[in-house]
């Protein structure tokens, strides 16, 4: 006999009939029935799915590890700190993101450069150093150097134990000694006729020095040497650095005209060349 007519009860509970297991998702279980013991680690009331999205996830505490979501399950991963610059070398450290440019990257070094803004960049020509002409001047240390009007270099600098003056104001290289003093730590500045001024330390008696010198070839022989200009070895030619032409003058043998004898490794007559060009 068929039953009355009428509704179905209203089944309470999970139903195990027809063809295996149905699971809502808004119930705790999964296709085999559940029951599996399945952590809420996200606190939401749903302990078989953790997370729909990253930020459902607790925070790593580490800088370098970020929230990941992979089917609803939390996990962490290290983060991405990809700057899409392809000559940068990118890694995560302690403090973040470090983006650190490898020129070893880029196709033609030096030729290219690895720019962190900007990728591989061929260098302006201002980065070229086909003007610079480096030359050594003398041995020493504690420099201090300034430019006169016709833009000749002056160096005050201390040499072997004495302060020391070097000029290429005629040319080439001129140096003397200043005044025969033990100087170290100098500054020098040029005053309005070029003559040089020098404070310095002496290292003999730890005083604070200073000694200055106008520039003499003016047309005037105010010393009544015969000579307009500085003319230290009285050999007839006022120093370089004082406007004059003799290329050391500490020394009455070097002077323009003198006799140059061929390598010796001394230029006699100061024309640039060690012996007769």
């Given amino acids: 006999m068929w039953p009355a007519r009428g509704r ?44 729909d999205v990253p930020e459902d996830c607790p925070e790593t505490g580490e800088l370098c590890r970020v929230r990941t979501c992979q089917d609803h399950q939390c996990g962490t991963a290290t983060r991405d700190c990809d700057d899409d610059v392809d000559c940068t070398d990118d890694s995560c450290a302690g403090d973040g993101c470090v983006n650190t440019p490898n020129a070893g990257r880029c196709l033609d070094p030096p030729d290219t450069f690895c720019d962190a803004g900007e990728g591989c960049v061929t260098p302006p020509a201002c980065f070229e150093n ?6 050594t001047v003398d041995t020493g240390g504690d420099s201090w150097m300034a430019l006169d009007a016709a833009g000749a270099a002056h160096i005050s600098y201390y040499h072997g134990g004495s302060l020391e003056l070097a000029t290429n104001r005629g040319g080439g290289w001129a140096l003397e000694s200043v005044g025969g003093e033990q100087g170290s730590y100098s500054s020098l500045a040029l005053g309005l006729d070029d003559g040089a001024h020098i404070s310095y330390w002496d290292t003999g008696t730890s005083d604070l020095g200073y000694a200055s010198r106008s520039v003499a070839v003016d047309g005037i022989d105010q010393n009544c040497d015969g000579v307009d200009g500085v003319d230290g070895d009285g050999d007839g030619h006022a120093s370089r650095t004082t406007g004059g032409d003799d290329c050391n003058d500490a020394d009455g043998g070097i002077f323009p005209g003198a006799a140059d004898a061929n390598g010796d490794g001394i230029d006699q007559n100061c024309d640039g060349v060690d012996g007769v060009a």
């Fill in 130 to 135: 086909d003007g610079w002409a480096p030359v």
């Fill in 8 to 51: 179905l009860p209203r089944r309470v509970g999970p139903w195990s009939g027809g063809g295996g297991a149905i699971c809502a998702p808004e119930c705790d279980c999964e296709p085999d029935g559940g029951g599996d013991g399945d952590a809420d680690s996200d606190g939401d009331g749903d302990g078989d799915s953790d997370c």
